[in-house]
Nanobody, 117 residues
């Protein structure tokens, strides 16, 4: 079982920036696909960004050009740099790890991001 711990959430004004971090336990991080998803109240969880083990990235349409996902395999950590934040970015952000070799999928506990107008 892989443990994921997110940090970096908080309250920020519209137009501001935050950087989320997600630290993973275990030894499979470098071979796993890492992603960030978010869920706002009353809405379904949606993909924000994902990065494969070969550093290929994909972003949700609503965050393209504003958010950047990155990873540091030496630290078993994935990051989400969020710039030009909007009130509609307010949500709980979840880190996700997928190891397609074994089918393992793990989720973090989530971190709250609130953007005030």
């Amino acid at each position: 079982q892989v443990q994921l711990v997110e940090s970096g959430g908080g309250l920020v004004q519209a137009g501001g920036s935050l950087r989320l971090s997600c630290a993973a336990s275990g030894s499979i991080f470098s071979l796993a696909t890492m992603g960030w998803h978010r869920q706002a109240p009353g809405k379904q969880r949606e993909l924000v960004a994902v990065m494969s083990s070969t550093d290929k990235t994909k972003y949700g349409d609503s965050v393209k050009g504003r958010f950047t996902i990155s990873r540091d395999n030496a630290k078993n950590t994935v990051y989400l740099q969020m710039n030009s934040l909007k009130p509609e970015d307010t949500a709980v952000y979840y880190c996700n790890l997928v190891d397609y070799r074994s089918g393992l999928s793990s989720w973090g506990q989530g971190t709250q991001v609130t953007v005030s107008s």
